[in-house]
């Protein structure tokens, strides 16, 4: 087959394998590292012994997908230097350097003091083990900045130009800072806070079915759906302001999501495609359900547009993003997935404020406990659509509209990129295995409840009560004779 002798093709299967096999893993540290925060915060406010508890359950979860988050992360960032060299050297002198950041600022602050938080209960003074809590909280969402950063750059590049096919910084706070930065990141990190608390409320949910540890695990499940409260409809606007961001700097991206291949001109009314088959051969879509003027509310909350909204067919074929029905369909399943959080939240706060979520009657609530099980998986799925529709959707560039994704790659024999491909796949799913069978057991066995409380008062120096030894005569040998 002549996908198996196009190295580039290969290539790029290979850093997507990589790449989508390890976002699940700090999704689940970057978020579940601020819901450990606030359960130890609990704890050390009310010094209920359930908070410490559910902290000690949690953190087992988040070591863990922490361990696998590193042995797949680092794969994935060696890629640079080996599949996509051309495209390292034009860039390294920004993009490498906010990489290294990401290593340096975040990785080293997370595992620097997730020893403490693990192991430190009863060795360190209660005040210190919480900073720690929260340093660790800080290196994971540190991460979740820098890697957008450097992902935001290479959607809408600044700060610089391309001199002698070299990108040269002029203002690296401007390349920073570029259009797509603040909401790229602000848009990660609450898919990752939205994702972990549907999966903390999931399993506290299968808990609550299984009749083990009902109030135990009902007080989870609340502190999940009151953070929910704020984060699902919060994620949601930040998703529209995303998606109006690729209506201004990436009008080829926005057509492959909409699958409009005919320009709407700007004061024109444009319908919203909700299904459709598009044939990129026939540069046509085969069936379609649209809703009229739906695309101009969606995009600017109002009929007319005032800009044009570009089909597909104003660039040629090799100047637009391919597997346009991939891009179509991930961002609706991304977008239908935030929307049904959204109203399981809704329903969720409902119940709860009626009182059915009471640790006495939670079980009764036997479907809307199995939607929050069904809602575990969902936010890792609605994540990894996110990401295909942000690069899948950003070709034929590497670098947006600067260097060109077959110019990015290093020119390596194709059976080597194969093999390579195929080593990844075997141990990936080897290490998903894993996984899923540690996990399994961590939940099998559920919390410890019969662990000691440490003492939130410091420890007090220990004084000798024994009674001092009589003697009779204390004076010195000298004066006694």
Same mark, same amino acid.
């Given at each position: 087959?002549?996908?198996?002798?196009?190295?580039?093709?290969?290539?790029?299967?290979?850093?997507?394998?990589?790449?989508?096999?390890? $976002?699940?893993?700090?999704?689940?540290?970057?978020?579940?590292?601020?819901?450990?925060?606030?359960?130890?915060?609990?704890?050390?406010?009310?010094?209920?012994?359930?908070?410490?508890?559910?902290?000690?359950f949690?953190?087992?979860?988040? !070591?863990?997908?922490?361990?696998?988050?590193?042995?797949t992360?680092?794969?994935?960032?060696?890629?640079?230097g080996?599949?996509?060299?051309?495209?390292? %050297? @034009?860039?390294?002198?920004?993009?490498?350097?906010?990489i290294?950041? %990401?290593?340096?600022?975040?990785?080293?602050?997370? =595992?620097?003091?997730?020893?403490?938080?693990?192991?430190?209960?009863?060795?360190?003074?209660?005040?210190?083990?919480?900073?720690?809590?929260?340093?660790? @909280?800080?290196?994971?969402?540190?991460?979740?900045?820098?890697?957008?950063?450097?992902?935001?750059?290479?959607?809408?590049?600044?700060?610089?130009?391309?001199?002698?096919?070299?990108? !040269?910084?002029?203002?690296?706070?401007?390349?920073?800072?570029?259009?797509?930065?603040?909401?790229?990141?602000?848009?990660?990190?609450?898919?990752?806070?939205?994702?972990?608390?549907?999966?903390?409320? #999931?399993?506290?949910?299968?808990?609550?079915?299984?009749?083990?540890?009902?109030?135990?695990?009902?007080?989870?499940?609340? +502190?999940?759906?009151?953070?929910? $409260?704020?984060?699902?409809p919060?994620?949601?606007?930040?998703?529209?302001?995303?998606?109006?961001?690729?209506?201004?700097?990436?009008?080829?991206?926005?057509?492959?999501? %909409?699958?409009q291949?005919?320009?709407?001109?700007? #004061?024109?009314?444009?319908?919203?495609?909700?299904?459709?088959?598009?044939?990129e051969?026939?540069?046509?879509?085969?069936?379609?359900?649209?809703?009229?003027?739906g695309?101009?509310?969606?995009?600017?909350?109002?009929?007319?547009?005032?800009?044009?909204?570009?089909?597909?067919k104003?660039?040629?074929?090799?100047?637009?993003?391919?597997?346009v #029905?991939?891009?179509?369909?991930?961002?609706?399943?991304?977008?239908? $997935?935030?929307?049904?959080?959204?109203?399981?939240?809704?329903?969720?706060?409902?119940?709860?404020?009626r009182?059915?979520?009471?640790?006495?009657?939670?079980?009764?609530?036997?479907?809307?406990?199995?939607?929050?099980?069904?809602?575990?998986?969902?936010?890792?799925i609605?994540?990894?659509?996110?990401?295909?529709?942000?690069?899948?959707?950003? /070709?034929?560039?590497?670098?947006?509209g600067?260097?060109?994704?077959?110019?990015?790659?290093?020119?390596?024999?194709?059976?080597?990129?194969?093999?390579?491909?195929?080593g990844?796949?075997? !141990?990936?799913? +080897?290490?998903?295995?894993?996984?899923?069978?540690?996990?399994?057991?961590? +939940?099998?066995? #559920?919390?410890?409840?019969?662990?000691?409380?440490?003492?939130?008062?410091?420890?007090?120096?220990?004084?000798?009560?024994?009674? =001092?030894?009589?003697?009779?005569?204390?004076?010195? !040998?000298?004066a /006694?004779?």
């Open positions: 087959m002549e996908f198996f002798s196009d190295s580039v093709a290969l290539s790029r299967m290979q850093f997507a394998l990589t790449a989508i096999f390890h $976002i699940l893993w700090p999704v689940l540290t970057t978020g579940m590292g601020i819901y450990l925060v606030i359960v130890e915060g609990l704890w050390l406010k009310t010094r209920n012994p359930d908070y410490y508890l559910h902290a000690r949690w953190s087992k979860f988040y !070591v863990l997908n922490f361990g696998i988050g590193v042995a992360g680092i794969p994935m960032e060696f890629q640079f080996t599949n996509w060299a051309p495209f390292s %050297e @034009a860039v390294g002198n920004f993009f490498g350097s906010v290294g950041f %990401e290593a340096s600022w975040a990785f080293m602050l997370e =595992a620097a003091f997730l020893g403490i938080m693990l192991f430190g209960w009863e060795r360190v003074n209660p005040a210190i083990h919480y900073l720690s809590t929260i340093l660790v @909280a800080v290196g994971a969402n540190l991460s979740t900045l820098w890697i957008l950063t450097a992902n935001s750059w290479m959607q809408t590049p600044a700060g610089g130009e391309m001199v002698n096919g070299k990108f !040269v910084v002029y203002d690296y706070f401007q390349a920073m800072f570029n259009p797509f930065m603040v909401n790229s990141v602000l848009h990660m990190f609450f898919a990752t806070l939205e994702t972990s608390l549907f999966v903390i409320g #999931g399993i506290s949910a299968w808990y609550i079915l299984q009749q083990r540890h009902q109030a135990f695990f009902s007080k989870s499940l609340k +502190i999940a759906l009151a953070a929910a $409260i704020a984060v699902a919060l994620q949601i606007y930040l998703g529209h302001l995303s998606a109006e961001q690729v209506y201004h700097y990436q009008p080829s991206k926005l057509a492959a999501m %909409e699958a291949w005919k320009t709407t001109p700007a #004061g024109k009314a444009a319908d919203w495609s909700l299904l459709a088959i598009p044939n051969k026939a540069q046509k879509n085969e069936w379609e359900i649209t809703i009229p003027n695309l101009g509310y969606i995009l600017e909350f109002k009929k007319e547009l005032s800009e044009p909204v570009l089909g597909l104003e660039w040629k074929p090799e100047d637009r993003p391919r597997l #029905g991939l891009i179509y369909y991930s961002f609706r399943i991304m977008s239908g $997935i935030g929307f049904f959080l959204a109203g399981l939240m809704l329903v969720s706060t409902l119940q709860w404020l009182g059915k979520l009471a640790a006495e009657n939670i079980s009764q609530q036997r479907w809307l406990m199995l939607a929050w099980i069904f809602a575990a998986p969902l936010g890792y609605a994540v990894e659509s996110g990401w295909i529709v942000r690069c899948v959707g950003r /070709q034929p560039w590497t670098l947006y600067q260097i060109r994704t077959v110019d990015a790659a290093s020119h390596l024999p194709a059976s080597n990129v194969l093999v390579s491909l195929t990844f796949a075997t !141990v990936y799913s +080897i290490l998903f295995i894993a996984v899923l069978f540690f996990g399994s057991r961590i +939940i099998r066995n #559920g919390p410890n409840l019969d662990l000691p409380i440490p003492s939130l008062e410091p420890a007090k120096p220990a004084v000798d009560t024994t009674p =001092a030894e009589f003697v009779p005569n204390e004076r010195p !040998v000298e /006694q004779e």
